[in-house]
């Protein structure tokens, strides 16, 4: 299984699933990262934390921890 944090930069995925439960889940799922959304790897920080990412025409920083569990197909 490929994660958000495995993809590498300037690479375009699509989402499949996303882990986790409770709070965690419902944060990544409010940002608009849901199943079926085309989600791609802009920038990622000198240290690798956070990661940058365009969802539905806007960028947004993630956690390593949170993409870790975006599930991704592409």
Known sequence: ???LKSTAIGETVIVKR???????KRRIMDMGITKGTTV????????????EVTVRGFELSIRKADADKIIVEG
Not at 18 to 24: D, F, L, R, S
Not at 40 to 51: M, Q, T
């Open 40 to 51: 791609s790897v802009r920038k990622v920080a000198p240290l690798g934390d956070p990661i």
């Open 18 to 24: 996303i882990t986790g439960e409770g709070a965690v």
């Open 1 to 3: 299984m490929k994660t």
